[in-house]
């Protein structure tokens, strides 16, 4: 019985060994963003401005559209204007300034600060690849600048 002992001893140990040979070769953790995640590469590279884009989700995807109009209208119009800022923003930046912001949110949890106001305030843009795929196809055919998408009653 004493082998039995010393023996689950040393496979003990050597059991412990290699978990902190493991934990110590890991290395830190690391995040990055995929090419759609999380925001689509569809909407980092597009040439349309926000409101192109709502229009054509608003005719390509109606259910998404409505769902992210109906969410906006229940904000505190601070929050509605924050979002409504900050999607301007997003879009006014180039590809390569987009794609960092992407990267941004990806790694760190409290870059984007719309999102401790509204958890979904960019749901309509970002969270839905099929949505944007469709929309980013035809929004160049809309109105630049059409202001009157943001009137959804």
Not at 106 to 127: D, I, Q, S
Request: hydrophobic residues 40%; glycine residues 4%.
């Amino acid at each position: 019985m004493t082998g039995l002992k010393r023996r689950a001893t040393l496979a003990g140990m050597a059991l412990s060994a290699v978990a902190a040979a493991s934990l110590v070769s890991a290395g830190p953790a690391a995040a990055d963003a995929s090419d759609d995640y999380p925001i689509p590469h569809r909407i980092i590279i597009t040439q349309c401005d926000t409101e192109q884009y709502m229009a054509a989700a608003r005719d390509t995807s109606p259910v998404y559209f409505e769902r992210y109009m109906i969410d906006r209208s229940n904000r505190p119009p601070e929050v509605q204007q924050l979002a409504f800022d900050r999607i301007h923003w997003f879009f006014s930046l180039d590809p390569v300034a987009r794609r960092q912001y992407s990267e941004d949110t990806a790694t760190n949890v409290y870059y984007e600060f719309v999102a401790t106001r509204w958890g979904n305030w960019a749901k309509l843009f970002f969270n839905n690849k099929g949505v944007v795929a469709k929309a980013t196809d035809v929004c160049m055919n809309y109105p630049k600048g059409d202001m009157s998408i943001w009137d959804w009653v």
